[in-house]
């Protein structure tokens, strides 16, 4: 932590400072500069940096350590690779999980995966548990959807993946789930994300509406502070003033967490979109931002989804997509199967 | 709703809008207009606006209903007043919350209690369950603050305020807290809401740091569909470019509510300004707005708290921000105890 | 300017950055820390930080001095108050601006200027320039519209404040305006604010609708700068993601403002909310949290404003108003006449 | 233009509405929906709807036209193609600009150009009249710059872009200079937008850091409207809550821009992100999107570059970068010279 002191501070107002800090466990160093005269606080203490800032004389302080360690990029020497059903996230891999916004009926999910498979697709996706705005809405098939949405997995030799919105839930979802999703909403649900540190399966970390990317990185940390390791970022857009797209799809997100994390960082562009024909192109702007995979709503028949059917493609929509992205990853160095 | 065409639809355009819409149980009624043609759904059904807007000749689609209905104004004749240990929020009251951010020892509870007793503060609130972005943080003194704040509150006769993070601390709750506050990060936790529903004590639903008017209200509407209608709506500042304060505090939510809604709505000037010298003139400008209440950090010591120090009060300060609001209140129409 | 290096940074990374700032014209001093290496870099330069961000070993560059001087609390000992016809803005005053958006004719300003008088306005506010956002829209009645404020604030002893656009047009506002006003969309106008560095009157710079406080502050740098010290500072609300409001009024700017300039702040309700029965809550807030006076539409007639009429109050309820500022203002220690 | 009102509006509320809007030169045609009441506004007036919002039983007002006409897609029925030196911008053309931020020497920019040549780089870019926050920061090389950056190209063979940021410099403008830039913070200087209207050279038109795409096209329409039809949409990054990166690229402005509007839109990777490193991917990902062309800065020697020295590319960076969004164009149908 640094403290910057004005100009004009008096020499008891630094010496207050270096007291303060030395009361709180820190050594305190100073420098005198041009135009300011900085106190470095030596040590690795949870201050809040507010407190000093308080202090007379004082003109702002500025902190100098993250507060995440094991999800920082320095913390291992190389990228982590998350592995489900032989499909590989992270490092020079791009994964792809696709299905429907929600579990609606066997027929349905088998409809879908029937179609998905055509296009090499190993991992289904399929909401249960529905995170609605509205109390009046459809909020889900509760367990009997995961139900459904395994046995139809193991029928076509898939992985599933589905939303998680509650700790309560963690029984069940082992039962039926092999990637738990966390929403956007809970991101910072602590109590889910602690309960997530404890179990031994991958984890998809939704970037919240309105998260920084430390913001971010902090909740991945809850969950490998607890010792699961299997996290994967993804980001689906952030809100900002333009209401045009459902939200603002953030693709700088890509090198930025490259450079800040070692831990693979997918998209979801049909959250962050909200309509079909725009899915499509930041599909393949993530894949040539070098992304480690996407994760796509697809439905056999979206005129007629329960949810989210407008920003679902048709399986041949899908299917056009990935022969694009294929061609694509390799320029920027990126494997997709 | 309303599907707005294109002035160069053709007429199977507008026919195909037309039978979708009969199709999902709406009645149809074109409008033609000089630049558009509209095409009215008559019919209140839960429908995904986004189908029509990628049908061919479709300009964009407009909502006209809301979709929260106890929540909204006109559901009732009157403003809800919420009254807490005798202290009233709304209609022309409003009502005050004081105390520390966390929970740390009988001592400070007890210390703080007694000073705020002075002004006439009715309504302790503590946090015993905190959520902290870092994983690494103190996370609150849990069920033993609780009944700290509950022994010290009776000593006093005041009221509890405090905030419950996940459903499973529900019972724990009704055991020591008169009030139950949501937080921000919390606003949208489905599961949290519903169970808030069931309860017949007031709560107080933070405002998320991106969440819009009508997302607050149909979090509202979630406790209120359960049965519970006690709800204090609460402004804590929204999440914008502009960093240097915590948050921005969006007083303007103030009038807007009042004209959407029956509920009352409270400021917390603590958090959204997350330091000291500002939340005194934020309280002053939120009670000259007409809100109907304030929730203010106080703690006997602020440069001995462990958490949120730098944005809590004084107890003297808060003694002279109460004897400003008492003046400006009645200028408004309201009336502080 | 402080360089933070990783932990693992080599004694290589840290002697690069020390060169590297040498080369600058700095002297480089280091500061070995727990968790950080510190370089500090003594000197005041012109520099680009990220220059520095980009070197090997480097975490990240903190910037210690602020841009601004002229503005800089710290530059002089006391507020700046401005004074026009007898009406203080700063220090313990608060000054109040009134009129219609637009100039439209003879007859509606001299109306206006009639009602207004009987509640003590003493600056008459009118555009004749008009930014619209649209090419269709109408542009304002320009110098026509000058002539006429001017020769009916001189019948009743008003002073006069206009929007300048563009530089070239300070001629003309030289002849009939007392006070230049620079819109929200010019705030970088940096041609514009130079000009008006040269003149010898008050200037209201408006807040850019996405301009940081610092911003702000640097482009009230570029008119003082020139030698024109009277600026005044007005927020009239930002961007943000809730678009309920025409714009989120940030009232915070108020204590912030005071802490960072010794310059007046004054608040614009009107554009801020944009809509009539919001402009009357948030003009009691700003007075309350401690302005230095508001600029507020009023319309003698408003159902028939050509411009910005739902935001224009009646003169009665202007009145209203006035009073009841005159109540908040001395609360918190300030004079309104 | 359509009124909703309240379910429970009178039928004076309604005749108010429909006479008003009578008054105001539409027709007014009533609708009876389930939970609301219409009042379509058949006409196309220049209205302000909040007016509208005003009157009693009156719920909200949509506006059911855009503003913008000449820049709509549907007013024209194929992409607009603007050429500049044998390079083409829109339909399926993806055009390159290069160059350094700021001319700061002859031998910098015939260096730089010299590079560029052997990319095929046919256009140049570089400022001589720069917009800095700060008065005291390097304001350009004026009329100087544009003389050496004119005789450079026509040395190389290439085209010139460089930003205007006051209509008074159009003259000078017009003597060197092939495209002209109006710089975010200009995209609303209506007086620089007219004076644009009346040439007849391409003008590239950047996004301002919180426009929305409605304002965005506003502006072009300023410029359309005056008779010059060469205008190309340039998205620069928008200012949101997230600071790590310098602002956020929207790159989802492609597919939309493109739904809505017929002209050609390019991307600013540099500003957008600040950062050399970030340059590159956020390049292949526009390219991806489907964008028509990219404008990047590239500086013979980065490390010595007067400003933004840290976002420009090396030479044998944008080497390669060209290389590789070669290959990924024709994926996404466009080509590249």
């Given at each position: 932590m640094l403290v910057v002191m004005n100009k004009n501070a008096t020499s008891e107002d630094i010496q207050r400072v270096s007291e303060f800090l030395e009361a709180k466990g820190f050594e305190a160093r100073v420098s005198y500069g041009e135009a300011r005269i900085l106190v470095h606080a030596i040590g690795v203490k949870d201050v809040d940096q507010r407190d000093f800032e308080l202090l007379p004389g004082v003109n702002e302080v500025l902190r100098v350590t993250t507060s995440y360690k094991l999800a920082a990029r320095v913390s291992q020497g190389c990228d982590t690779v998350v592995e489900v059903n032989g499909v590989k996230f992270g490092d020079k891999h791009a994964g792809l999980i696709a299905g429907p916004c929600t579990i609606e009926s066997y027929n349905q999910i088998d409809a879908t995966a029937q179609e998905l498979k055509d296009s090499n697709v190993k991992i289904i996706r399929g909401g249960a548990f529905k995170p609605r705005?509205?109390?009046?809405?459809f909020q889900g098939m509760g367990e009997e959807g995961l139900k459904i949405i395994r046995s139809v997995a193991d029928n076509h030799g898939m992985a599933v993946v589905s939303e998680i919105m509650d700790a309560s839930q963690l029984d069940i979802f082992m039962k039926y789930v092999d990637v738990l999703q966390v929403g956007a909403r809970n991101m910072q649900n602590f109590n889910l994300l602690k309960e997530l540190g404890k179990i031994h399966r991958p984890v998809i970390l939704k970037r919240g509406l309105s998260a920084t990317y430390e913001e971010w990185l902090m909740s991945a940390e809850y969950i490998m502070a607890g010792g699961n390791n299997q996290v994967i970022l993804c980001e689906r857009g952030i809100r900002t003033f333009e209401k045009f797209t459902r939200n603002t799809l953030d693709l700088s997100a890509i090198p930025v967490i490259k450079k800040l994390s070692h831990l693979p960082i997918i998209i979801d562009p049909s959250h962050a979109t909200g309509l079909r024909d725009k899915v499509e192109p930041m599909s393949r702007a993530a894949i040539a931002a070098g992304c480690d995979g996407l994760i796509i709503e697809v439905h056999h028949n979206p005129d007629c989804a329960m949810c989210d059917g407008a920003q679902s493609l048709y399986p041949w929509q899908y299917d056009l997509l990935y022969k694009q992205i294929k061609q694509i990853a390799p320029i920027v160095g990126k494997e997709i199967i």
């Open positions: 705005t509205s109390p009046y809405a």
